[in-house]
């Protein structure tokens, strides 16, 4: 045997241990890819349905300010004899 050819023969079980080594690596980098896109797509999930919730809510509050200040200057553009009349108008 030629001496390239016997150095390559004692070469390819490194070569042969180098490739599993990789592929082991490779296969456990998708695996930790896969549970990192489902974590990132249920945090989306909630963030988004959270976010969703309290934009109701701001424009629950937006309209609830809105009805208050209405009322108040309902009442303040009233006279004072007027107050009485103008307050059981808003309780109804």
């Given amino acids: 045997m030629t001496e390239p050819l ?3 023969l004692v070469q390819v079980p490194f070569v042969l241990v180098m490739l599993y080594l990789v592929h082991r ?5 998708d695996e930790r ?17 959270r976010i969703i919730d309290l ?7 937006h309209q609830l300010l809105l009805r208050h200040d209405a009322r108040y200057l309902y009442l303040m553009a009233s ?10 108008d ?3």
């Fill in 25 to 29: 690596f490779l296969s456990y980098l």
């Fill in 79 to 88: 006279t004072p004899s007027d107050l009485a009349e103008r307050e059981a």
């Fill in 55 to 61: 934009t109701q809510a701001v424009e629950r509050l």
């Fill in 33 to 49: 890819n896969h549970e990192w896109q489902a974590f990132l797509s249920t945090t989306h999930e909630s963030l988004t349905a």
């Fill in 6 to 8: 016997i150095g390559a």
């Fill in 90 to 92: 808003l309780k109804r």
